[in-house]
């Protein structure tokens, strides 16, 4: 059986490419009996789409005023 370590790498791996049908088989069986990553699986598509966004976000510098900040940062 495989370990979560090695289920959770191969359902990251799963979005990215094909898995192979003993892989397939083997990350059901764990899946069956382990709930933690069963949770992961159900996470990961929410997990990819905010680092996407995350990765997509402008660069911006932490000494570089917000200008949509509503509050105003010399306290006046």
Partial sequence: MLSCHKATRL???????????????SLALHTVMCNGCRQFERQLPIIRSLAHRFALRPDTTATDPDPQDPVDKDGS
């Fill in 11 to 25: 359902m990251s791996e799963s979005q990215e490419r094909p898995l192979s049908q003993f892989e397939q088989l």
